[in-house]
């Protein structure tokens, strides 16, 4: 009988990391003994080809001699990627040795990697609360990352305290990600004022509006909330609002196959399936004792099943936000992190069933975002070196702004003139970094920009705040 596609696929990976093992490479005996497969020779065989096809094996030696080991990862070339994504050389995503491999395979071009549909092992094999995703190492730096003043109090009460900033912050980067062009300030005044950003589209307001709905629900019902059909459904809905091409389809479940964009995976297309799988995720993620584990869980298999039409990987984003507000945990904004390595963490999801990656994207995302609101712990972690380096160049613009009293508007287009005058690679990151100074200041902290009182009281008014 011939082996399923998905089948051979689950062979291949066994393969694969059996080689692991074997640094030095092993042969095909070695291999077959190594991964306890029931292949005949010639089998085993073609699954080691397919693999080196794919670039995932290479080979030494003659016939008989000959060793198979996995490839290596350069980690020149991949060391420019993460900077050529961050947008800036100080930002780079450490990685595992297994997300280097991991970023290696899903960078070849689509035409060389291989096909793969859903599978229901990745999901169903899942066990909760004795398999996990993250390590106990991985849980107590989160943990420690996470600590606020508010842990004891109920559900909710840190993320409300914050929330003028959480909704900015997390809206524009969740909108970021999907390639939303609003720029932070834009983001701030269409959230705070209603004003629609000019030379952008009607959709990215719209996109950047439902986040704002949505982290409100999330915040607003910490304590009526969770990993139910109700929760996922209705975060949906508020994230597809006048998104979608059929407005029925907010808050519904898939009824037909869709295609993942710059991917060879196809995700399940049968209804009855979608929903099965829908509910044992759910079933499974509300089982997870971790808030983190839980959070990291519906980040990967939500996005990997396609529930909804689309707005999948945005409602994994909130909704990963859901044990940490519950528990008072500092929120997952997504903070600095880059729109490529998400996407190739999530294409590792998809095309291997492999975490490693997008969990070196996950955590790395999740102490930034810490760090941002751990405004009375400034002794945690390094300074950012991006903000060292253009320290100068960042506080005297700032002083002009605020010193001048310009407005938002004003101030957006001087901001974007002088990061035109840095590299290239750090325009964005400077445009950012200013943005957030901005919106970050109050009555207790001005001081540092030398500006004087009554100079401040003008900008605020400037800037409508109180």
Excluded at 229 to 236: G, S
Excluded at 301 to 310: K, V
Excluded at 387 to 410: F, G, N
Aim: no cysteine.
């Amino acid at each position: 009988m011939r082996a399923s596609r998905e089948a051979i696929d689950q062979e291949m990976e066994v393969i694969r990391k059996a080689l692991e093992k074997f640094k030095d490479g092993a042969s095909i005996e070695t291999i077959k003994k190594a991964t306890g497969l029931d292949l005949e020779p010639r089998t085993l065989l073609r699954r080691l080809e397919k693999l080196v096809h794919q670039g995932v094996v290479t080979t030494s030696g003659r016939t008989r001699a000959m060793l198979y080991r996995l490839a290596k990862v350069p980690a020149q070339p991949t060391e420019e990627k993460d900077k050529a994504a961050n947008g800036a050389e100080a930002n780079i995503i450490p990685l595992s040795e297994e997300g280097r491999e991991i970023l290696a395979a899903v960078s070849r071009p689509t035409a060389v990697r291989h096909p793969v549909g859903y599978n229901i092992d990745f999901l169903h094999g899942y066990r909760p609360n004795v398999d996990s995703y993250l390590s106990p190492e991985d849980k107590r730096k989160l943990a420690e990352l996470g600590k606020t003043a508010k842990l004891n109090q109920p559900a909710g009460t840190y993320a409300k305290e914050i929330l003028q900033r959480l909704l900015i912050d997390l809206s524009w980067n969740s909108s970021r990600l999907e390639g939303n062009t609003y720029s932070l300030l834009d983001t701030q005044q269409l959230i705070s004022q209603g004003k629609v950003a000019d030379n952008k589209t009607a959709m990215e307001a719209q996109m950047i509006l439902n986040h704002k709905d949505a982290i409100e629900f999330i915040v607003q019902s910490a304590e009526e909330i969770g990993f139910n059909r109700y929760t996922i459904t209705n975060l949906h809905a508020l994230l597809s609002n006048n998104l979608l091409a059929d407005p029925g389809a907010s808050g519904r479940l898939r009824t037909f196959g869709v295609g993942i964009g710059s991917s060879v995976y196809t995700p399940l297309g049968m209804p009855q399936q979608i929903e099965e799988m829908f509910e044992i995720m759910l079933d499974k993620a509300r089982e997870i004792a971790d808030p983190f584990e839980q959070a990291f869980f519906i980040m990967v298999q939500l996005p990997y099943l396609q529930p909804f039409d689309d707005v999948n990987k945005r409602v994994s984003r909130l909704a990963a936000n859901i044990p940490l507000n519950r528990l008072n945990l500092a929120p997952l904004a997504f903070v600095d992190v880059p729109e490529d390595m998400y996407v190739k963490g999530m294409l590792g999801v998809y095309e291997l069933n492999r975490i490693e990656l997008f969990k070196d994207v996950f955590i790395w995302g999740y102490e930034r975002s810490a760090l941002r609101y751990a405004a009375l712990r400034q002794s945690l972690g390094e300074p950012d070196p991006f903000r060292l380096k253009y320290r100068d160049e960042i506080r005297a613009l700032i002083t002009e702004i605020v010193s001048s009293a310009m407005t938002p508007d004003e101030a957006a287009i001087i901001i974007n003139a002088k990061s035109l005058k840095l590299p290239m690679a750090a325009q964005r990151k400077f445009v950012e970094t200013v943005d957030t100074e901005l919106l970050s200041l109050h009555d207790g902290n001005f001081a540092r920009y030398y500006i004087r009182p009554a100079e401040f009281k003008r900008w605020k008014e400037a800037w409508g705040r109180k």
